[in-house]
């Protein structure tokens, strides 16, 4: 588990800002994205893959949207809970490179799955999350990278995210 579970984290969207009493949070997570790359470089903007559950597991901070007071903030790596490893997760870019193509049959595109920042408002209905980091820049992590044409896939075996040695623990 992350650092909140689903009931934490309800009580603490629920409650608002402990300063200015506004019920509008904003919340910064690590969530999975899904990116088309060509030649090594991404074909499409992605798509988030997260379900509720990841969203919560991912949950590094939260601060009130009007006056920034930080109702929860946690320094240990959002992934495998690593003391200090949210700043490496922030500030580290990809350390699983994709390569220009598959290494099993030359194919030149590949399908990548990452670990993104991203930040979303509370509210009414499901958080739409945007994300703090585009491909290759800090913050957003190459978990793995499979080929459609023959298969192959290639998994980061360290915490994608502050680069700590495995076994990483499960996620939701
Ligand atoms: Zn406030
Ligand atoms: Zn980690
Ligand atoms: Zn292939």
Redesign the pocket.
Request: glycine share 12%; aromatic share 0%.
């Given at each position: 588990m992350g650092q909140l579970d689903e009931a934490r984290f309800e009580a603490l969207i629920g409650a608002g800002c402990t300063k200015c009493s506004s019920k509008v949070l904003e919340i910064r997570t690590f969530l999975d994205r899904r990116l088309l790359i060509m030649l090594a470089d991404p074909n499409d903007a992605g798509r988030w893959v997260h379900d509720g559950e990841k969203f919560v597991d991912g949950t590094y901070r939260i601060t009130c949207a009007s006056c920034s007071t930080v109702v929860f903030e946690d320094e240990s790596c959002p992934r495998c809970n690593a003391v200090g490893g949210l700043e490496r997760a922030l500030e580290d870019t990809s350390r699983l490179a994709i390569p220009k193509r598959?290494p099993?049959?030359?194919?030149i595109e590949l399908l990548a799955l990452a670990l993104v920042a991203a930040k979303a408002k509370s509210g009414a209905g499901t958080p739409k999350p945007e994300p703090l980091a585009e491909f290759g820049e800090p913050g957003h992590h190459t978990v793995a990278f499979a080929?459609e044409?023959?298969d192959?896939a290639v998994v980061t075996q360290k915490c994608p995210l502050c680069d700590a040695t495995g076994p990483l623990r499960p996620r939701p």
């Open positions: 598959c099993g049959c030359n194919e080929c044409s023959c192959a």
